[in-house]
């Protein structure tokens, strides 16, 4: 069954490069118009080249509330609504215990992982959504779910965006809120894991493999189209199995 995304406008976060990349490029396939953001504008440009569809791109830092309202503000005036929301940018300046942080660190993760997709959905709610019910979605991560050593600040936040997901599908009504909780994915912003334990996670899994943003797309794609249109406030685990037990691991 091919999903369709047409007539649909998208704005997608942290869009130039890993997951953001792979869901705004599923969602151009699909027949959205897509506006992609991220900080550095070059790479945003060579990501938008690479989709054969309607684009625009707007270079915003996620944290930043004002530039946030501008995107979303360039957004509504290039395409005059928006449907999707896809809260995906996110930040991890610290690794190590969490007790060991400082409160810049702290403040800058807290800063792009959670106040970053609480005022762009504020945004986009008070901007198209209000009026006109769409999808806001959460990529938040299965450190919400588990605790973990080296990351629980920044498993902290995606804790705390779980739980935005379903507050506020609790509040805004038609406007449908949704979440995936990745496990590993095989992208720039985990390198440095995937480099010292992937394939020793890898074989661990049921699945024998690491994540690849476009499977993080392909369930975004499922879950922002009308076929998902009774769902709402759930956060999805993607993570090769590595939630279960198996018998051969």
Same mark, same amino acid.
């Given at each position: 069954?091919e999903?369709?995304?047409r007539g649909?406008?998208?704005l997608v ?5 890993g997951?953001?990349?792979a869901?705004?490029?599923? @969602? ?8 992609l953001?991220?900080r550095k ?5 060579a ?17 930043d509330i004002?530039?946030?309202q501008a ?8 395409? /005059? ?5 896809v809260?995906?940018a996110a ?11 400082d409160s810049?660190r702290?403040?800058?993760? @807290?800063q792009?992982n959670l106040k /970053?997709?609480?005022?762009?959905s504020?945004?986009?709610w008070?901007?198209s959504?209000?009026?006109?019910? #769409? ?8 450190? %919400?779910?588990?605790?973990?050593? %080296? ?5 902290l ?6 739980h ?5 599908a609790?509040e805004? #009504? ?14 720039? @912003?985990?390198?440095?894991?995937i ?9 661990a ?7 690849e ?8 794609? @499922?879950l ?6 009774w769902i ?8 090769g ?5 198996? /018998?051969?691991m």
């Open positions: 069954m999903i369709s995304l649909k406008t998208a976060t942290g869009a130039s490069r997951i953001g990349k869901i705004a490029k599923s @969602f151009v396939d699909a027949g959205a118009q897509v506006m953001t991220s504008e070059d790479a945003l440009r990501a938008a080249n690479e989709m054969d569809g309607e684009t625009e791109i707007f270079a915003a830092n996620a944290g004002e530039q946030g995107c979303v503000d360039a957004t509504m005036k290039r395409f /005059g609504k928006i449907d999707i929301l809260n995906n930040t991890n300046p610290y690794y190590g215990d969490t007790l060991g942080v810049s702290f403040d800058k993760t @807290f792009v /970053g997709p609480l005022f762009w504020q945004a986009v008070n901007a959504m209000q009026k006109n019910p #769409g999808v806001i979605l959460n990529i938040a991560s299965v450190g %919400g779910l588990r605790a973990e050593h %080296g990351l629980g600040v920044y498993n936040t995606k804790a705390a965006v779980i935005l997901t379903s507050q506020l609790c805004l #009504g038609k406007t449908r809120v949704v979440g995936i909780a990745p496990g590993l994915v095989k992208t720039l @912003f985990a390198s440095v894991l480099e010292n334990v992937g394939d020793k996670l890898a074989a899994l049921p699945t024998k493999r690491l994540g943003p476009q499977d993080i797309a392909n369930l975004a794609l @499922f922002c189209s009308d076929l998902a249109s709402t406030g759930e956060t999805y685990v993607i993570d199995g590595a939630g279960v037990r198996s /018998g051969t």
